[in-house]
């Protein structure tokens, strides 16, 4: 065995992860407008639960009805082998130097390789998943990590069965939610109920294609409303149910006892990987207000308070004469909070009309709205209720809402990285995100679900330190370079959770 084998796979792992180290360049070119569409328009019953019905015996009837709503999705992938991600790999002297076999010596050892051909193409990848039909023109729910990344997806329902290649409108993947179209008409849309009504104990169906196999149906109950915590997205506010979820229910319908869409099934807890009573669905008040953003201008844009807080605890609550809310303990500076005069020690107790539970819930109510929305805010202060409007701006580092390049301060359009808009960091992003002060870039605000960028696989949330092996310190070097660099191909050396990597976006393909 040569010695320089173990060093190689390491060294050969370390670039297909980084994506290759050979100078990449990304063609300059003005990005459009991304084209505002059609408002929704979506079939709604906002009417109470019958919880005074007795027991059913069936649901058939509700199945029958519901069932022509619910799609599989299937996403496919091609991943690179080793030599697109480092083109040197096939460098003759390299292969020499680390005592990599050629491809005809591999073979004469009994490498693994294509029958006939040069065995360059990567495998490719396949997901499966389910949706939801919300428009008879083809508009459909789905999970975003069911089509993320793809380099195709299709739909196929019915019986005999309809196939169609679907096109992906837009990903929202702090909230895993996705919306794609099929170019079909006279659909089966699903009726989207009321998830702020459900109660704990209220029984839901889940219609889904788990592991594959087929549509297929479970019953079980509302086990726990507002789940959050969990660590699964950024923003957290799930159903939770025991009805039977498996995978390959991801995207798929959660449904109450009068066939309305009350939740998409998103993902399980569970040891194994397989069914152990513990699901979860994301409430259709909450993705039906971010498709309705994905459909109009392909991205979702959240509003911002400008507040810290905290919980109340029984000592806090005691001293305060207040059972919920959300205590601010600090108010940012120039913000919509400061502007309206919130102080530390105010407690938030509603936002409009939604009495406010805790600080994840006003995090949860607060980014719920659009940019420009103008909250009534109630609060209390020295034990006292008062009541304050607030003029929300944009959340730091993403743009603002609507088909024009208006932009916030913080938020810039990168432009020559197709689709992918930038930030600067600020000093609450890099607590939250807690970056360490050496590390400098520019904040990925946004990332338009059909572009380069996109399929190469950067996301929100992303920083980019460099571009082409040039460091990038904010959001205007990062513009700056952009333009400087001729393309198709760019290479980026980006931070994500902790860690640095390397990853080529082509624009050719």
Known sequence: MNPRFPCLALLLAALVSAGGFARLTLRAEEKAKTPERPPLTLKADPKAINRDAPDRISYASIVKKTAPSVVYVFSSKKTKTAAEAAPFFNDPQFRRFFGVPDSDERSERGG???????GDSGPVQQGLGSGVIISSDGYILTNNHVIEGADEVKVAFGEPRREFKATIIGRDPKADVAVIKIAATDLAPATLGDSDM????????????PFGIGQSVTRGIVSAL???GLGIETYEDFIQTDAAINPGNSGGALLDVEGRLIGLNTAILSRSGGFNGVGFAIPINQVRTIAEQLVKTGRVDRAFLGVQTQSLDAEISAMFKV????????????TP???????SGDIITKIDTTAIRDPRHLQLTVTRLIPGTEAKVEYLRDGKPATVKVKLTALPGQKRAGGDRNETPEAKD???LNGVGVGDISAE????LNLARRIEGAIITSVE??????RAGLREGDIILELDRRPVRNADEAVKLSEEIKGPKVLVFFWRSGTSRYLVVDESK
């Open 112 to 118: 693994r390789g294509n029958r006939g051909g040069r």
């Open 226 to 228: 507002s789940r959050g």
């Open 429 to 432: 992003l890099r607590e939250q």
């Open 337 to 343: 909070a400061e502007k309206a005069g919130l102080k």
């Open 323 to 334: 059972n919920q809310g959300a205590l601010i303990v600090d108010v940012q500076s120039d």
């Open 449 to 454: 679900a059909d572009s380069p960028s996109a």
């Open 414 to 416: 990168i432009g020559v």
């Open 198 to 209: 459900l109660e704990i104990g209220d029984a839901v169906l889940a219609i889904g294609n």
